[in-house]
């Protein structure tokens, strides 16, 4: 069966990810490690949960509306890059709304059954909270565009003549729905959502803040400056900033007396070799790959994935998100190109540059 959760309090959730080799300290992507751990800092509430203000604003209204109207939430879809907060958000919207929620991702529907059980397993006014949507299935996306629109699923039994088709009523529930890639969403399913919403990356001074709360769970003692410094190389991402603060607890501990200032925040960032961009090794290598071996580019993300060793969804979903936002590199369509930005940061000539600079 793919229900996940069926608590308000996720701590039994298990959210199915693919696995990437990507550095597991610096990947936004979640493991099974993550999980139990954001669990536990989860915010449950939309005062706890920092940043994403005008979202915040809408969601706010929204559940206010159909609080009042004694009715259930329209579907909503969120979008953007993984470790943001998405699946964060639904809970505190089910804690708002006072309803449990049920976790799947998408690959684990891969049945017709799957999202059969799932659906007929919901109660009315209940969230069901999928995950990478863009990867469900056509069967079990036309399964769900009935259920979605009037609440009723057409279940087929039988072969050619004897074919029946039995209706089954659903009661009223919530979508939330969850993609890293809005773009392959089929049009039919993205109409279905009444509110879609794209997660923003955070500014360091929310991130500074996120850090603090789950320094506070966890009992570290952190500087104002020492959570700015782990905020500014995490990649806007709180999922990175919680991990990262985790780290450079461990280094505080062993080699100092476990408060978190900005040196000791500086030093062990430098040993994992997360630099002041927030970029890891696997981030620079595909900048230098692009800027040493094909001139700055454009240069197509197959032959990029082939060259440094990682797969193109990592690199399209996890790396270039933030690369993209950072102005380090461009999308063409005749590939990735870096910017001069991305020059600098390594340190290294830009020939072109240079050459048009001495003509002059
Ligand atoms: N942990 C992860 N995301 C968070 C957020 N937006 N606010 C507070 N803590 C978080």
New binding site residues.
């Given amino acids: 069966m793919s229900i996940i959760s069926d608590d308000n309090d996720f701590k039994n959730t298990t959210i199915k990810h693919v696995k990437t080799d990507k550095n597991p300290v610096i990947s936004a992507e979640s493991g099974d490690f993550d999980k139990s751990f954001?669990n536990t800092?989860?915010?449950k509430s939309f005062d706890?949960?920092?940043?994403?203000t005008s979202l915040k604003e809408t969601l706010k209204i929204t559940i206010e509306a159909a609080k009042k109207r004694n009715a259930p939430l329209d579907h909503l879809l969120f979008y953007g890059p993984p470790g943001?907060?998405k699946t964060?958000?639904a809970g505190v919207i089910a804690e708002q709304m006072g309803v449990n929620i049920k976790i799947t991702s998408a690959p684990a529907l891969e049945r017709p059954r799957d999202i059969i059980g799932i659906l007929m397993s919901l109660k009315g006014g209940e969230i069901l909270f999928i995950d990478e949507i863009h990867r469900l299935n056509k069967i079990a996306e036309e399964i769900l565009y009935p259920a979605m629109e009037d609440f009723y699923l057409d279940i087929t039994t039988g072969k050619s003549q004897t074919v029946k088709t039995l209706r089954i009523e659903l009661p009223k529930f919530t979508l939330i729905g969850a993609t890293t890639k809005a773009g392959e969403l089929s049009g039919p399913l993205r109409d279905r959502f009444g509110i879609i919403h794209r997660l923003e990356f955070?500014t360091p001074e929310?991130l500074s803040?996120?850090i603090k709360?789950?320094a506070g769970i966890l009992n570290i003692e952190i500087t104002d400056e020492g959570a700015y410094a782990i905020a500014k190389r995490s990649r806007g991402t709180?999922?990175i900033?919680?991990r990262l603060v985790k780290r450079v607890a461990d280094y505080a501990l062993v080699k100092h007396d476990g408060k978190i200032t900005q040196e000791i925040a500086d030093k062990s960032l430098d040993i994992l070799k997360i630099d002041n961009f927030g970029l890891d090794n696997t981030d620079r290598n595909l900048l230098k790959l692009i800027i040493e071996k094909y001139d700055g580019g454009p240069v197509g993300i197959e032959t990029i994935a082939a060259a440094i060793g990682e797969d193109v969804r990592t690199i399209e979903d996890v790396c270039e998100p933030f690369l993209l936002q950072a102005g380090l590199i461009q999308r063409t369509p005749r590939g990735r190109k870096v910017s001069p930005q991305a020059y600098r940061h390594l340190g290294l000539k830009n020939h072109e540059l240079s050459e048009q600079q001495s003509l002059f």
């Fill in positions: 954001e800092i989860r915010p706890t949960y920092i940043g994403q943001l907060g964060t958000l955070y929310e803040q996120v709360r789950t709180p999922r900033a919680n």
